[in-house]
């Protein structure tokens, strides 16, 4: 039986409709965003191989993401996945991973948790964690994996780096892995994580 990987991606959400409108009449278009371009997420599903089974689900209404949603979404995909899954989750999809494991008990085992560049809150930020929300107890989701890996680069631009800290302190034995230039984690490769993924 393969090993199964699943990620989820990122999104926003927001306090209300007004200001998703809002967002998006003020949003900044750049038409390079709209070209293909190779992500580290279709690098490193092609240096895994056929040994994994990788599931990258389209979670509903990333733009304005509301986590009842998104719950209700993954829960259906929980039934397809194997003892030992692991589970990656970037951004907003870090923040739901967390959240989730947080409040609910996972029916598999987790052989290892990834939470990379996951807003931990919106303290003295620009962007509201609405229904993403984390509760204040976090035991759970501390037991949730056999290892959590945290993952962080010095130089995002859109969850800062104390947030990552902010997970360390919450979940003291995860691994955390600070990066120096790797923005939000919008590269070509993605090798450290590749490691992480096939380590003892």
Sequence with gaps: MKKQIV???GGDTFNSYEEYIAFLKSFP???ERFKPRRRWRDWLIAELGDDYECLTPDMPNKWNALYDEWKLWFEKIIPFLNEGVILIGHSLGGNFLAKY???NDFPKK???LFLLAAPFDAEGEDYSMASFALPKDLS???SSAEKIYIYQSQDDEVVAPANAQKYQQALPKAVLRIFPAYGHFSQETFPELFSDINSQ
Excluded: T, Y
């Design 110 to 112: 987790i052989s290892k």
């Design 101 to 103: 494991l947080a409040e």
């Design 7 to 9: 990620f989820i991606h």
């Design 29 to 31: 278009i750049d038409i």
């Design 140 to 142: 759970r989701l501390g």
